[in-house]
Nanobody, 124 residues
Framework: QVHLVESGGGLVQAGGSLRLSCAAS????????MGWFRQAPGKEREFVAT????????YYADSVKGRFTISRDNAKNTVYLQMNSLKPEDTAVYYC?????????????????WGQGTQVTVSS
């Protein structure tokens, strides 16, 4: 079992920045790929970013490319999502997810464990 806890969400003005953290516990060594998803009110959950073991192994949704950065600190069992140049349309609940599969994973069904989510609100 793997337990994921997100933190770092909050209210920020458009153009601002936030850094989300996802702390993992349990059998973390078996989780090769980590991802971030988000769900805005009235919309389906969507892929944001993913990182797999190894340098430079990241992939982003087009909507956040160039503004968001996913990173992973294996020593701390923590994954981060640095979000810059935030827009009102980035407002959503952000979820961290972990997958045993390696490689980029963009779909919910590819992930084995999920956090409870953290709210990000961007005001205009």
């Amino acid at each position: 079992q793997v337990h994921l806890v997100e933190s770092g969400g909050g209210l920020v003005q458009a153009g601002g920045s936030l850094r989300l953290s996802c702390a993992a516990s349990g059998r973390t060594s078996s989780m090769n790929t980590m991802g971030w998803f988000r769900q805005a009110p009235g919309k389906e959950r969507e892929f944001v970013a993913t990182t797999t073991r190894g340098p430079g192994n990241t992939y982003y949704a087009d909507s956040v490319k160039g503004r968001f950065t996913i990173s992973r600190d294996n020593a701390k069992n923590t994954v981060y999502l640095q979000m810059n140049s935030l827009k009102p349309e980035d407002t959503a609940v952000y979820y961290c997810a972990a997958a045993g599969r390696s490689g980029w994973r963009r779909y919910e069904y590819e992930y084995d464990y999920w956090g409870q989510g953290t709210q990000v609100t961007v005001s205009s």
